[in-house]
């Protein structure tokens, strides 16, 4: 099988964009400190200025021009706040495996921009292998994650099968990238 390129789906070569998320042609030069900061506002990013260049050994307003640059450099996306999802009410995840009629890129689209605009869908994947989608989706239980399938196929009649695995319990949740301190030791 032919390596995957950056922004290719491996199978139409004139497939929509960015089904594979790329690093940047042009990527921020990360060092050390910038790579601790990295691991530790992914475990708490509510830290303080003052609490990080504790652990970093810098200084408060350094540690504040470091996140700064990552943000608008993109390295650092959006931080928000993890929430228990029984606490409000959706303490089910669905892993949802799922396979398209024709991938057509418009087709493509359309059910990408239907997936990432949904809210319970939590990820969603292109990938290879027999299914094109893999999604993780959570509800309140099985009959409202019912109604959501219901919803999802009639909005996108290319899907042409999916299949539905219920997580009986969560032993990880998160979205934490490692980010090894040393740039030459994986």
């Known amino acids: 099988m032919p390596a995957m390129r950056c922004g290719s789906s491996g199978r139409d070569p004139h497939a929509v964009q960015a089904f594979f ?42 540690i504040q021009r470091r996140l700064r640059r990552m943000r608008e450099e993109g390295v650092i996306e959006r931080e ?15 892993v949802v495996s799922l396979q398209v009629e024709r991938e057509r890129p418009e087709l493509l689209a359309q059910l990408r ?23 993780v989706v959570t509800a309140a239980d099985t009959e409202a994650y019912d109604a959501f399938m219901t919803r999802m196929v009639g ?3 290319n899907i042409k099968r999916f299949t539905t695995n219920v997580a009986l319990s969560v032993i990880k949740r998160g979205l934490s990238i490692p980010v090894p301190l040393d740039i030459d030791k994986e």
């Open 113 to 135: 921009k239907w997936l990432a605009e949904e809210e319970r869908v939590q990820q969603a994947f292109y990938v290879t292998g027999e299914s094109d989608f893999v999604l």
């Open 21 to 62: 998320p790329c690093s940047r042609s042009t990527a921020m030069p990360l060092d050390r400190f910038d790579r601790q900061l990295l691991n530790l506002v992914q475990r708490d990013a509510g830290q303080t200025a003052e609490r990080l260049a504790e652990q970093v050994q810098l200084s408060p307003s350094a």
């Open 80 to 94: 928000t706040a993890i929430v228990d999802p029984a606490a409000v009410g959706r303490p089910a995840f669905f």
């Open 155 to 157: 909005a996108n009649p």
